[in-house]
């Protein structure tokens, strides 16, 4: 465990490792107390693109767990920030939930449903065939379609539900168009993660439920991986994978228990 209690930096998914929709999971609490303990830097890197981070923040807060919002870096911001240098200023339509229309608002991108630069998909709860059938006809037209993330199902406390990768499947299937993905395993969110952190891609560490987004995301940044059990992924969905993390724990519970033991 020495290598671990010696990174510098801590990078940790959300779903599926801190939290289950509103049921906060076991070791999540004292892991922050160990973090703040030790004096490390840490961020909280999500795919979810529905919440802003003073949203998140609060939502930990109700959790039992107070963090502020600039420990948070969001599928929503990572999209924002690479619209923002392909094109500044752009415009785009937008399939999706506040934390992703607030953070391209902050980004200065504009919205537009008639003829924008971009379709942008995440998550939302308000689904429609008015918005595929125009988010298609717009790609059709030119727009190009950026997902928030390619996450096609999401742990929440009532079980496995649709993610944005699920979300968008229609319109790439309607359009013969691929999107890009800003958010994990796209390791430009990693590396802008582990440099907010102001750390070494050596010196830090990233902590996820997924073998898809968070393991891989690590491996092509160059960043240690921790997989935790306590998500979508469980050992036997180990060997679907040509790539391993470099530690496996059932959770954050027996993560903490390894990092305080002498």
Avoid at 179 to 188: D, H, V
Avoid at 226 to 237: E, I, Q
């Amino acid at each position: 465990m020495q290598p671990l209690r010696d990174k510098k930096g801590f990078v940790s998914d959300m779903d599926g490792v801190i939290y289950h929709g509103d049921k906060l999971l076991p070791g999540a609490a004292e892991f922050v107390e160990w973090l703040r303990e030790n004096h490390k830097e840490f961020l909280f890197l999500t795919n979810s693109s529905e919440r802003t981070p003073r949203e998140l923040s609060e939502k930990l807060s109700r959790l039992g767990i107070d963090v502020d919002g600039s420990h948070f870096y969001t599928s929503a911001l990572a999209t924002a920030n690479f619209l923002q240098s392909q094109k500044p200023g752009c415009s785009a339509y937008v399939i999706g939930e506040a934390g992703l229309l607030n953070a391209l608002y902050d980004a200065g991108i504009s919205m537009n449903n008639v003829n924008p630069d971009y379709v942008v998909v995440g998550e939302t709860r308000s689904y429609s065939f008015e918005q595929i059938e125009r988010a298609t006809l717009l790609v059709h037209n030119g727009a190009r379609l950026i997902g928030a993330n390619p996450d096609t199902t999401g742990p929440t406390e009532k079980g496995i539900v649709p993610a944005t990768g699920a979300l968008i499947a229609p319109i790439e299937m309607a359009t013969g168009k691929k999107a890009y993905f800003a958010g994990k395993p796209n390791p430009l969110m990693t590396r802008r993660a582990v440099k907010q952190l102001e750390c070494l891609c050596c010196e830090a560490v990233i902590i996820g439920d997924r073998m898809d987004t968070d393991i891989i995301a690590g491996l092509e940044s160059e960043v240690d991986t921790v997989l935790v059990l306590s998500g979508v992924t469980s050992m036997n969905m180990l060997d679907n994978f040509a790539y391993r993390p470099n530690y496996i724990f059932s959770g954050l519970e027996e993560l903490v228990a390894g990092l305080r033991r002498n």
